[in-house]
Nanobody
């Protein structure tokens, strides 16, 4: 299985920035499509951003488009989420995810343990 460990969460003021990191192990990182999702208390987990294994394709939720940037460094087996212009609405536990496409088992998705991001006004 792919193991994912998030880091970089914390508390910031509205308008501030934060960079989340996700270190992957136990798989071939360069072959994984990576993503970030988040879950606020009492709400469903929602998609935030995704990046293809090559880094050539990125996707963002409308709520974060223009403020967040997902990137990856395959040499370091790490995916990042740069969060700028943070809003209180961004407060949530952020989860790193990985999808491995296999010819025999289909798509296999894994999540990390999550890291808390708190944005105060």
């Amino acid at each position: 299985q792919v193991q994912l460990v998030e880091s970089g969460g914390g508390s910031v003021q509205a308008g501030g920035s934060l960079r989340l990191s996700c270190a992957a192990s136990g798989g071939t990182f360069s072959s994984l499509d990576m993503d970030w999702s988040r879950q606020a208390p009492g709400k469903e987990r929602e998609f935030v951003a995704a990046i293809s294994w090559s880094g050539g394709k990125t996707y963002y939720a409308e709520s974060v488009k223009g403020r967040f940037t997902i990137s990856r460094d395959n040499a370091k087996n790490t995916v990042y989420l740069q969060m700028n212009s943070l809003k209180p609405e961004d407060t949530a536990v952020y989860y790193c995810g990985a999808t491995l496409s296999t010819p025999g088992l289909g798509d296999i998705h894994s999540w990390g343990q999550g890291t808390q991001v708190t944005v105060s006004s």
